[in-house]
């Protein structure tokens, strides 16, 4: 093992939250089962809904050997976001980086609001990082009209430009979000890769797990469960999903609707959608017993999505919203469901399309694609489905963090501020 090389991790949310346990988690694992010092800051007092699984979190991190920091980032901050996490993570970074070697250490964060202390490691400490945006910040705010927003993204724009032509490596899901950031910053970067979210192939129900005794456990049995599971977010259609659902269930009344929810929410716009949930069941007509909002633990995902038959995930039509490759998503192919969802999301079209299982919904021809959905067929994989899900395991995936981890520690020429790039 060689400790001489270290790996910082930055997140933005706690280490209890389902992203991180599902993203990130299994990367940290990687890095410390294959040599490298790990250590990870995490940011509390956001996104805490799940902490009561904390301490299974933290005894992961300590079987494995990694260093856990913890970063207090209140909700509401009196100085923008940006710059209080990084004015909080610089005290204890700066700890970590202290006599240590030129190359010898990574930081990898996942968030635009990380970038200033990169930039500041990059240029003062000599330190290369990877930069994860992973919600497209600046294309989200874009679309925004408040006066507030739109200075905002100017000054967030210039500087994430400069951090993505001065990382090692920027890391996004999808193509489309790759040629998105090269349009909206004019900029060809050839160190802005693809590697998409993945399902956590350590985590899927093993051969002896009873599919039926699930079932009968989250009271499915008989019935033809369509599941949505993640967040109440703004940018999630849970109308016409609920539609979609009642829809079908007109054709078929054993349908059933699940919803694993958590109340985290990240946009304060997204405020009161949870609470209205029952509301939005109600105008289309659903009994109490023709759903269910329950919850599961981050590490129990899949043995609870496998005992449903079909994941579901709508989306507003915005741009920076359907550009992504959504966890939810890989987490169903992950639990070897079927996906429904619009059309607009390319990533998976592409993929329902290339594997044949699933249905893409036109939201300009509601009706019509919604009355072509048979549930027997949505049910039925094809051949090429397996080979699809494939692609998106994190066998296939973590590799692909080893090794961009190696060439780091390999490099023989340092990146240093305002070489080779100006703003």
């Not at 967030?156 to 400069?162: A, D, F, N, P, S």
């Not at 929810?261 to 509301?279: Q, W």
Request: proline share 4%; glycine share 4%; charged share 25%.
């Amino acid at each position: 093992m060689n400790k001489q090389k270290k790996i910082i991790f930055l997140s933005e949310m706690p280490i209890t939250n389902g992203v991180i346990q599902a993203q990130l988690f299994p990367i940290l694992l990687s890095s410390a089962h294959h040599g490298y010092a790990t250590e990870i800051m995490e940011t509390t007092g956001r996104f805490d809904s799940q902490d009561s699984y904390r301490p299974e979190a933290e005894k992961k991190l300590i079987n494995a050997k990694i260093g856990l920091h913890k970063i207090n980032v209140p909700r509401f901050t009196f100085l923008p976001s940006i710059l209080y996490f990084s004015l909080k993570t610089y005290g204890l970074l700066k700890k970590q980086v202290e006599n240590k070697k030129k190359r010898s250490i990574i930081l990898y964060a996942r968030n635009y609001k990380f970038i200033p202390i990169l930039l500041w490691a990059n240029y003062f400490w000599h330190i290369n990082f990877i930069y994860s945006p992973r919600g497209a910040y600046v294309a989200e705010r874009k679309h925004y009209q408040k006066i507030k927003d739109i200075l905002y993204e100017k000054v967030i724009g210039l500087v994430e430009r400069l951090t993505i032509q001065k990382s090692f490596a920027t890391i996004v899901e999808t193509e489309q979000f790759k040629k998105h950031l090269e349009k909206l910053y004019g900029i060809d970067e050839k160190n802005i890769s693809v590697i998409p979210n993945y399902w956590d192939a350590s985590l899927v129900p093993g051969k002896n797990w009873n599919r039926a005794e699930m079932r009968d456990k989250l009271g499915f049995t008989g019935k033809k469960v369509i599941v949505y599971t993640g967040t109440v977010e703004a940018w999630y259609d849970f109308e016409k999903m609920v539609d979609l659902v009642a829809k079908l269930k007109e054709k078929d009344p054993s349908i059933f609707f699940q919803l694993f929810l958590k109340e985290d929410y990240a946009r304060t716009e997204s405020l009161g959608i949870f609470k209205s949930l029952p509301e939005i069941f109600k105008k289309f007509g659903f009994k109490k017993d023709d759903y269910a909002i329950s919850s599961y633990a981050p590490c129990e995902r899949y043995h609870h999505l496998s005992a449903c038959d079909a994941g579901i995930c709508l989306t507003t039509t915005a741009e920076f919203k359907t550009m992504m490759l959504y966890l939810k998503i890989v987490d169903f192919w992950g639990a070897g469901l079927p996906v429904i969802t619009n059309k607009e999301i390319d990533a998976v079209a592409k993929a329902i399309k290339s594997s044949n299982t699933g249905a893409l919904i036109d939201y300009a021809d509601w009706e019509n694609s919604v009355a072509k959905i048979n549930t027997v067929k949505l049910l039925k994989k094809s051949s090429a489905y397996q080979k699809e899900v494939e692609k998106y395991s994190s066998k296939k995936i973590l590799p692909l963090y080893l090794n961009l981890f190696e060439k780091i520690f390999d490099n023989p020429e340092f990146k240093t501020i305002f070489k080779n790039h100006a703003l």
